[in-house]
């Protein structure tokens, strides 16, 4: 048979010994590694990547937008969660967002659409933003750097400029027709009234945010304060307010980012640490969960056995997440009960048939709740734009950040003289009235993000996240049973092609033998087979780090998507 040429992609994997940041920008990882090169830690490193990335990623994330930090340090074997989410509005209800009856609007994870998408877009879909709180909080508590330092490379990259490249260019493009519906915005974007693009990478074109510069140099030099107390709010609030919004300058004055308890799981003999509540961490740990119940070290890699009982795990962890999570100042949230060895046995039971079930979340009583079951897995998931960064450093010291914007460029609002782009995150709430996740006033949003960190015997092992909206905590799990159940590198966890079942349909990697998409369909999944590319729809996009039993760090970042970098010292 004749042999044929067929185009793969690959990466090297970042090798150290004294620390490794794997981020989604290669300017984001570039000066966090710097930061570990001079001798800051794994947090300072962390800080200084996310703002970076905040001022050459805007697409993804931003000081609009809000995140979660997770820590763990291997020699004192603490774990903790820097909290900094979105929080709507106090005056938010379900009545600001009325149902238009008709088909779900994709951009909102299969949620039924508002009349005018007001939730997806514009001044009406913001919250409150929490990115400059929670840095600050971050470095406050368990950073060597000063806030001053920190911000400095993102003040000067907003200030003179980062290269356009072509991603760049096509981030802007894909999405113009949203942008130039907002003149700071289009302003802001498009100086010259068109997308901004090199000619060549010898003389690249520039992108300057300088009143995204000003502000943060306010940041620096006063403190995240200064954002939420004074000036800014006050430009903020005035403009939300003239385009629909109804933000009070209260509203800014009592954001508090948090420090919290880590939800810590477990897989096969290692911890799972991770974020809690509404967020995507206690999905991540159920699934982990029900699938600790099999042996899956001795089921072949990515066969049809193994994949069968990840989707039957995860339809169960994500069913249980659309009942049950939600801000648990509002909604009584089940978790010591959802992730209780009897919860999580009788759970397996059902995982056991031999053919896909109609996968129900938990009931009330099984739970010790008194509130009903609100509907249903939507069949639609939409791969949300995020960013994450994963950092380790030679102390053991983990880190693993997700922020976001929450949709690609977030409401695609700018607030005039500050150059910040805000975040649409009333999009995360159900917009039916009466669900967990529905709309209320301070309340935060059933958030998608979930970094985490692995660990064995109290130390880190590895630092995993992912952009990518609903789809982060199937690639998570999977990159997990990687390492831990195949002993593969960071790199090759990553790249492993890979299911995921946030939705009713099990979408599989092109990738994957027919063999194996074939028997998965005998089992009667709804089986999609989708090609994986540089816009992660479909599968989310991982950056992360690994720790090997001497010491070694592995960097391992998501092959498709063009910018990722892991960068070792």
Known sequence: MASVSRWRLGRFEAISDKGVVAAKTPLAAEFGAKVLEEGGNAVDAAV??????????????????????????????????????MVAPKSATPEMFPLSGGTPDTDLFGWPSVVGGANVLGAKSVCVPGTPAGLALALQKYGTYSYFEALG??????????????????????????LRKFEATEALLCP?????????????????????????????????????????????????????????????????????????GSYNGHGIVTTNYGTGGPTL????????????????????????????????????????????DFV???????????????????????????????????????????GSMPDYSSGGSTTH???????????????????????????????????????WFDPEPGRPNSVAGGKKPLANMSPAIITKNGEAVAAIGASGGRRIQNCQAQIAMNLIDHGMSMQEAVTSPRIDRSTRSLYVSSRMPKAVVSGLAALEHRVSVRDETLFFGDFASPACVQRTENGELRGGVDPFYFPATAQGI
């Open 48 to 85: 200084v990547t996310a703002a970076v990335a905040a001022v050459v990623e805007p697409w993804m994330n931003g000081f609009g937008g809000g995140g979660f930090l997770v820590r763990h340090d291997s020699k004192s074997g603490e774990s903790s969660v820097v909290s900094f989410p």
């Open 153 to 178: 490379p993102a003040i000067d990259l907003a200030r003179h400029g980062f290269p356009v490249t072509w991603h760049t260019s096509m981030e802007i493009a894909r999405d113009l027709a949203n």
């Open 192 to 264: 010259n009234g068109i997308v901004p693009w090199s000619a060549s990478q010898d003389n690249p074109t520039l992108l300057r945010q300088p009143d995204l510069a000003d502000i943060l140099e306010i940041l620096a030099k006063d403190g995240a304060r200064a954002y939420y107390e004074g000036a800014i709010a006050q430009k903020i609030v005035t403009y939300l307010n003239g385009l629909g919004a109804d933000f009070s300058l209260e509203d800014f004055s009592s954001y508090q980012a948090v420090i919290e308890d880590a939800l810590v």
């Open 285 to 328: 740990v159920e699934s982990l969960g029900l699938l600790d119940g099999f042996d899956l070290s001795h089921v072949a890699h990515n066969s049809v056995e193994a994949l069968h009982l990840c989707a039957q795990a995860f339809a169960i962890a994500f069913a249980d997440r659309f009942a049950y999570l939600a801000d648990p």
């Open 332 to 374: 009584q949230v089940p978790i010591d009960a959802l992730l209780s060895d009897a919860y999580l046995d009788a759970r397996c039971e059902e995982m056991m048939q031999d053919r896909i079930g109609n996968l129900r979340p938990g009931t009330p009583d099984q739970l010790g709740v008194t509130h009903g079951l609100p």
């Open 389 to 427: 960064l994963s950092v380790i450093d030679k102390d053991g010291v983990a880190v693993s950040l997700t922020q976001t914007l929450l949709s690609l460029w977030g409401s695609r609002v700018t607030v005039p003289e500050t150059g910040l782009i805000m975040n649409n995150g009333m999009m």
